[in-house]
C-alpha cells in the first residue's frame, strides 16, 4: 500500500524559498504515475500546483508557473517541491498526491504540511 | 481555464437522509470528487465522473453528463458529514471547485 510523508521547514520567511520532500514508501515511483503537489490555505479551498514524471517531466499550474520547480530522485523514492519568493499568500497546507495511472485524479495522499510564510 | 462552481455550499441533512451534490464546468471534462474531513488530507471517491474508488462504499455514486457532474450519497451515516470538493482535469491543469459542506441537522 503506497504512503506518502511529507517533510520540510516548519516556517519560511517572506521573500524567501519553500522547500519540501515527499518521500514515497510500499510504491517505486520509478513504476509509472505523476507524483504531484496540492494546497490549500487556511480556510480555503484546494490548489493544483504541479506534478512530476519519474523521467523528471514536469507541468504546473500557470498561476505559479514562474515560481515553482518539482523534481524526482528515484534514488531516493522522493519527489520535491521548491516555491520562490514566497509572501503571506503562500501560507497553506502542503500536500503531496499520487496521480491515477489513466484517470487524472489523485488516488494517495500524504497527511500535509502546514507552511506559514511569517517573519 | 475550466472554471468550477458547486451547489449548494452548504447542505443540513440527517443520518439516514440522502445528499445530491452538483458541480458546473465551463467546459466538459474529466471529473473526481473528493472527501475532505477537518485536519485531513483529501481522500479520492469518484474518479471518471462515475466509477468509485478503491475501498469506497456503495452509497456514493457520481452521474451527469457533459458539463453537470453529481454527486449522490445515499443513507449519509454519521462519518460522511464532511467537506465536498469535484476536480476537473483539462488542458494539462488541475482545477478544484470550492466546495460543498454536508452538515448534520
Known amino acids: 500500500q503506497v504512503q506518502l510523508q511529507e517533510s520540510g521547514p516548519g516556517l519560511v520567511q517572506p521573500s524567501e524559498t519553500l522547500s519540501l520532500t515527499c518521500t514515497v514508501s510500499g510504491y517505486s515511483i520509478s513504476s509509472g504515475h505523476y507524483w504531484g503537489w496540492i494546497r490549500q490555505p487556511p480556510g480555503k479551498g484546494l490548489e493544483w500546483i504541479g506534478s512530476?514524471?519519474?523521467?523528471?517531466?514536469?507541468y504546473y499550474n500557470p498561476s505559479l508557473k514562474s515560481r515553482v520547480t518539482i523534481s524526482v530522485d528515484t534514488s531516493r523514492n522522493q519527489f520535491s517541491l521548491t516555491l520562490e519568493s514566497v509572501t503571506a499568500a503562500d501560507t497553506a497546507v502542503y500536500y503531496c498526491?499520487?496521480?491515477?495511472?489513466?484517470?487524472?485524479?489523485?488516488?494517495?495522499w500524504g497527511q500535509g504540511s502546514r507552511v506559514p510564510v511569517s517573519s | 481555464e475550466i472554471v468550477l462552481t458547486q451547489s449548494p455550499d452548504t447542505l443540513s441533512l440527517s443520518p439516514g437522509e440522502s445528499a445530491t451534490l452538483s458541480c458546473r464546468a465551463t467546459q466538459s471534462s474529466y471529473l473526481a470528487w473528493y472527501q475532505q474531513k477537518p485536519g485531513q488530507a483529501p481522500r479520492l471517491l469518484i474518479f471518471g465522473a462515475s466509477s468509485r474508488a478503491t475501498g469506497i462504499p456503495d452509497r456514493f455514486s457520481g452521474g451527469g453528463s457533459g458539463t453537470d457532474s453529481t454527486l449522490t450519497i445515499s443513507r449519509l451515516e454519521p462519518e460522511d458529514f464532511a467537506m465536498y470538493y469535484c476536480?476537473?482535469?483539462?488542458?494539462?491543469?488541475?482545477?478544484f471547485g470550492p466546495g460543498t459542506k454536508v452538515h448534520m441537522k
Open positions: 476536480q476537473q482535469y483539462g488542458d494539462s491543469l488541475f482545477t
Open positions: 512530476v514524471y519519474h523521467s523528471g517531466s514536469a
Open positions: 498526491a499520487r496521480e491515477g495511472v489513466g484517470a487524472p485524479a489523485f488516488d494517495s
